[in-house]
Structure formats: C-alpha cells, structure tokens
DNA sequence: AATGAATGAGGATTCATTCAT
DNA sequence: GATGAATGAATCCTCATTCAT
C-alpha cells in the first residue's frame, strides 16, 4: 500500500535493520532479504532506495558515525575545562548509543570491511581523523605539543577496549570510559 | 603425482596459502578454490585436509598464534629483567614476523570472524588471556597488584595499534612498540 | 499537474521514446522506466495508458510502419511512370525517416521479437505482404506474372540491406536505394 | 558422477543446447537454467566451462558459423567451375544444417545482439566479410571488377531470404538457393 | 491524469562441498 | 594421495506490474 512520502521513513528503517541484523551477524555476511524483512519492506525496496547492499552498509556505518559524532558534540558542550573536554570525547565513544552489543559488533566488522572497499574505508578515515583531532584539540591546553602524540594513543587504546568489548570482555562502558581517562590522566601527570 | 608423507607439506602450504589470501583480500571473503590455487593444489585437497573452509580458516588462525607465541617465547629467553621481559612481549607483537602488512589484516579478519565463529572465539580468547597474563607476570615485580590492571591496559593499546595499522595508519613496528613502551613505562612511574 | 486532453501526447511521447531506446540499445532490453523516463513521464503512466510492455512494443511497431507508408504513399503520389512506382518505394524503404541508425536498429530488433510474440508477427507479416504486393502492383505493367517474383526479390533485398546497415555496413539510404533499383533494372531487362 | 576427460562433451552438448533453445524461443531470452537442463548439467557446470551467459552466446554464434563453414568449403572443393563455385556459396547458406528453422531463429538472434554486444559484432562481422569475399572471389572470373558489388548484393538478399524465412515466409532452401542463383545469373548476363 | 511506492518473481552468478576415478 | 567434474543452495539484483493517493 503505497503511501508518498516514505522515502525518508523507508530509508531510516533500512539503515538502521542493516546495523541490527551486521550487529546481531556480527559480520557483514548479512542478506539485503533479511535486512529488508527486518525493515519490514521488501528486498527490491533496499535496491531501489539504495542502489546494492555495499551502498546499504556504507549508508549504516555513516549513520553509526553521525550518532557517534552527535555524542561527542553534546558531550563537548557540556565540558568546562580542558580535561573535561578530553574526558567527554572518551565518554561519547563508550556511550550507550556507540558501546551498545550489537553497534560495537558493527563497528569491528566495518573496520574490516574497510580494508577491502574504498568508500568504507574513506568514510572510516574521516572518523579516525576526527576522533584524533578532536582528542588533540582537548589537549592541546594541557600537553602542549605533546597533545597530537597522547590523542595518538588514547585513540588507538579507545579501539583496542572496543575490539575486546566486541569479543566479549570487558564488563561495561563506564569502566572502559574510566580506564581510558585514567590512563590520560597518569600520562599527563608523568608530563 | 601422489607421493608419500605429503600430508605435513600440503597442510602448511595451504595455511600459508590461506593467510595470505586473506591478507591480500583483507577478508575472509576468499575462495577454497583461489587459496588451494596458491598453495599450488586442487580446491578437492583442501577439503580433503581440512574438511572445510572454516576448519582451514581456523588451522590459519592457530598458525598466526603460533608465530606469535614463538616470537614472544624468544624474546623472553632474551631479556634479564622484568621491564625487559615486558618490553620483549611488546616488541614480538609487532615484529616483523607479526607486523606484515597481510598478517596484521588477516588478524583483523580473524577478530570479526571470532564475533560469530565459535571455534575462532575460543582460539582467539586463548591468545587474548595468554597475552595479558603473559604482560602481569612480566609486570609484578614492578607494579604488584596492578600488574593485571596495567596488562590489561597494555594489551588493549597493542589491538589497538594493530587495527589503525591495518587501515593504513602507522608508520612501522618499531614506532608502535616504542609507543606501547613509552606509555609503559610512564604507567610504571606513575605508581 | 494532470491536464485534460494528454492522452495522444502522452501516448506519441511514449512511443517515440520507445523507439529511441530500443533503437540506441539495439535490442528489446529496454525498461519501461527509461522509456517512460525519455517520454517525461512516470513508469506507472506507461502501464496506464499501454496495459503493459509488449503492448508498447507493439504499438512502436505500428508507429514505425506507419511512418514507412506515409513515405510509400507520398512517394507513389508523385511517381509518373511504373518504374519511377517502384523505384519510389524502394526510396521509401531507404528514405531519412526510415533509414536512421536508431529507426534500423528498431525495426531490426522487432523482426526478432516477431518470432516469439503472436501480435508482432501478425503486425509484421501485414508489413511485409504489403510491400510485396505494392511492388508487385508497381511492377506488373513491366514485368507481367513475372512481377510478384520480381517483388519477392527485391523485398528480401531491401530486408538484407537493412540488416547490413544496423551492423554497421552500408554507407547511406541513396547508395542502398541505387543498389536494389539497379538490380530490379537489370533483372527487368533480363526478360 | 564425475568422470575424466567430461570437458569437451558438457561443452558441445551446452553450444548445441544453447542453439537449440534461442531458436526455439526465437530470442536470447533464454536462461542458462534451461540451456543446462537441456544439455542434462546443471546451471553451475555451465558458468565453469564458458564463465557466464554472454560466452555461452558467443560460442553458439561461433559453433553456427563452423557449420556453415564447412559447408561452403565441402561445396567449393565439389565445384568445378566458378559459377559453380559461386552457387555452391549459396546452396551451403541454405543447406538443411543451416537452413533449419532453429538455427535460422538462432542467426538471426545473433544479429540482433551483434548490435549490442561487441564480442558477437566482431565475431558476425568477421562472417559477413567472409562471406562477401568468398563469393566475391569466385564471381570475379565472370565479373571482373564488378564481383565485389555483385558479390556485396548477394550477399544482402541471402540475408534477406534469411529473415524472412525465420518469419516463416519461404518454402524451403531449394527454392532460396534457386532464387538467388537466379538473380546471380541474371546480373552476370546483364554486363 | 499522474505519480512513485512497493512488490515479488525470475535469473545470473558464485562457491563450498562431494565424489568417482 | 590427488584431481577436477559436478552439483545446488544461496544471494544479489532487475524490472514489469500494481495500486493507494
């Protein structure tokens, strides 16, 4: 039963069954079928919003950057000082909306998928590049010309509790939140 | 020609042979039939041996520990003191034998793979574990009960570096060790 | 914004533009969206006005012969003698509107659809009876009984030059209609 | 029930499936399922040998045209003199292995999707240019300069009776053949 | 009169796996 | 020990067609 004005609706709802059903797979070994059915639309409806299934997935994991990126904004607005804003840039990566099972499961695969597909790789790029300046830029009052080196390490240490959340390690995000921002904190300390 | 007391030879060459084409693929979206072509074999040998793609892969993944585990052994043969010890675990993880361009992107794949594979979960969680307690013991004598903190800390670091290097982000081993060291190091004194 | 009176618009839109797009894709692999998308209008439109695909095809068809018996009949209209009759439809066959790349192709491509699809074929076998038969008429004051012989030649003539043109072949109409009224001078003289 | 040596048999049952199945149709909408059916293979086997539909086409269209190759070289060795050499041409277009009705569907099939696809144009270019020249070759003895024309022009009006006969016009390859000869005669008698 | 949302059947293609030799 | 012939399930994608608005 067609209805105009659902282009909008459709697209959303297929983004966000494509991060569910990657999410749940915990790969990228998902059907346009299933995703379309859990988006309870048809499977010629995913091509014909969307072009293919990799233009489907690079489509969910800029949606799972923009509800990072969003975290971070409201995170950034809310901080006083320099180190709240460090802090907060952490926090937003291990938020409920990014540290949740399924959207982690579906970062890791996206990071893979990165390695072989050029538009996901770009897109993954960009995150990377931001999540490091924005780090950078928190620091910079506080480390100095050290702050680009430390935002280096603190990212990369963000993406390794992620991995090892994704396998099913650590307990939860606060405590993954709280070992990052303790490890900044004794790194700018030993300055 | 079939020749006796082949088994041991076509098993290594096609593992060999499996992690490079993932490596080279950045994905475990790779055909029996391309990896038993590289290993200079029919695809009908593969499963004769392995019984399956998935067994293969697992055979694949259980190879990149043992290099793994044979680096880090070596290294702690070779180092007097406890930081050394540590040091050494570091420096095998990024040492050339690891670091290779299409190992570090067959890890990767290894690791999303895990996310649904139970076999290469339980694999994958063995090296995890191995290398943590391998980073507490080396640390004890140094930083006592926080040992297991800090190796925590460590071992999430050293993914994480990983993962940024398979996107094509990092200069060298060398760098990512000095890195991880460094960072070590400045926990150490912290105490 | 629907307007009253469309429906001849729409319809010679639609069926122009389903020549065009037959015509430059050389074959009957053609949507109905690029055709409806040519024509300015939407797909569904297509369906209303038409009932389906093959109806479209079928109403190209009639279009395009239509257009070739415009061209006979005024060819005829100003043809004096027997031979200038016959000639006048052998120019008919190879004048500009019926022998553009995009019309040959259309035309050649409809031959084929006539083997599989009942109401091509019929529509066809109209076309060709009547070129035989206006030959044959324009012939038999020169050629007596030998004259639907003599039709029957010089149609398959035209169809072959046809042929031979949307693969590429022949340089233009004037040198195509030289060719065949030259045959049917010397195969007139041969009586 | 794999056996050795299977390659040559599933490649000729498949090219003779392929012709028979477009001209049954009379078009290239045929699916490779079928095709395989016919040939007793499945869909798979079919991509393994030829790689996918288009070089199953190919193929056919190669297959037709070896047929009518070596008939037009068991005619010409059988002529004696070259108006025999030039009507044996003809008579082996016409012949009851090229002149079926499947097989005339399935040419003509061909040179419909010679417009479109760029391995069948060149392939049916190289026939058609061959098919001039032979009967070029054998017409100049009795036509001197004008062979090639002559030659061009009875190359157009086989095409000709071709298509027709696929529409189901003509009576049989005798009377085609007789047809042409006839006009070839007649033209050669006119200089 | 016209749209475009939506479907779903159909088809090409890929590939792990099996098995006779 | 080794091959490669063969299968068939699985999946992506296309597109004619329908229908509410």
Same mark, same amino acid.
């Given at each position: 039963? /067609? ?6 609706i459709r697209r959303e709802a297929l983004v966000k069954a494509?991060?569910?059903?990657? *999410? ?17 639309? !048809? ?6 919003? %969307? ?42 990566? %291990? *938020? ?11 970062? $890791? !695969? ?14 993954? *790029? ?8 924005? $780090?950078?830029?928190?620091?910079? /009052?506080?480390? *100095? ?8 390490? $603190?990212?990369? $240490? ?18 993954a939140s709280a070992r990052v921002i303790g490890v900044m ?7």
């Amino acid at each position: 039963m /067609p209805r105009v004005g659902m282009e909008p609706i459709r697209r959303e709802a297929l983004v966000k069954a494509t991060i569910a059903e990657v *999410g749940r797979k915990g790969s990228l070994d998902v059907t346009v079928a299933h995703i379309a059915a859990r988006a309870g639309v !048809s499977s010629g409806l995913a091509h014909h919003y %969307f072009g293919g299934k990799e233009d489907l997935i690079v489509a969910a994991m800029r949606h799972i950057m923009q509800i990072y990126g969003t975290a971070v904004r409201d995170e950034l607005r809310a901080a006083a000082s320099p180190r709240a804003r460090a802090a907060g840039i952490v926090r937003a990566s %291990f *938020g409920p909306a990014n540290f949740a099972p399924e959207v982690v499961a579906a970062w $890791l !695969s996206f990071y893979v998928h990165a390695q072989s597909a050029t538009g996901a790789r770009r897109l993954l *790029g960009i995150y990377q590049r931001r999540l490091v300046s924005n $780090l950078a830029d928190a620091l910079r /009052p506080l480390a *100095g010309e050290r702050a680009r080196d430390l935002a280096e390490t $603190l990212a990369a $240490l963000i993406d390794g509790l992620y991995i090892r959340h994704a396998l099913g390690d650590l307990p939860d995000g606060a405590a993954a939140s709280a070992r990052v921002i303790g490890v900044m904190d004794r790194l700018l300390e030993a300055a």
